[in-house]
């Protein structure tokens, strides 16, 4: 398959802009059964053409993120959204997750996610905490973004073991891997690798004595 290569320019930025509130819009109704059926339900970036795959070098291919004043108009979309689901979840007068997840520099990766029941300890337990001091990365004109806070976080990949070929594509995995886990599959032992690719900056209101 042809790719676009990633530096070509991206045509129609402000009419996407201006479609970013219908977008938002579209999305700030939760679906309550569906939460309640599957116990989660996330709202993600589908924004034409930035969840495509680009060519990024001739054997390295990737989502091309949208130039900073674009995603920071789609954070302050996420927060409206966020702040509709907001009241819906509380609503159902039980412990809930509910969670801006702001990808940096993958912005592509970021979305708005909601739990409850089993999936609460999941979604809790999803990112490793990057503890390395480094401020928050957008600044954005919303009434409420002071009461947001933000725990930073490692966004990443994980590869098997398995899946590798050779044995110097397991060395560059395992030099560039953050963390290595051991698990016995069907009696053997096998490896995942973790690969960092940047940051996730998890982000909620303490509204509520339900919010985890």
Known sequence: ????????????MRKK?????????????LNIDS?????????????????????????????????YRFRKQVFYQLIEIYLAWQEEV?????PYYLKIWLGD??????????????????????????????????RIQHPLIGQFKWERCWNGYYVWESDLST????????H??????????DGKTEKSYFIPTGDMWIGSIQRSSNIT
Do not use: C
């Open 1 to 12: 398959m042809k790719l676009t290569s990633i530096h070509k320019r991206t045509r129609g």
């Open 167 to 174: 044995t110097e594509e397991i060395n560059k995995v395992r």
């Open 90 to 94: 509380d609503q159902l007068d039980q």
């Open 105 to 138: 520099p993958e912005f592509m990766d970021s979305q708005v996610v909601a739990a409850i029941d089993s999936e609460i300890e999941y979604y809790n337990g999803l990112f490793k905490v990057n503890e390395t001091d480094k401020d928050f990365p957008f």
């Open 35 to 67: 939460l309640i059926n599957h116990h989660k339900e996330h709202v993600k970036i589908w924004i034409y053409p930035f969840y495509h795959l680009y060519r990024i070098t001739s054997n390295k291919v990737g989502k091309k993120n949208p130039k």
């Open 176 to 185: 560039q891997a953050l963390e290595i886990n051991e698990y016995i599959i």
């Open 17 to 29: 802009a201006r479609n970013l509130t219908s977008w938002a819009d579209h999305h700030k109704k």
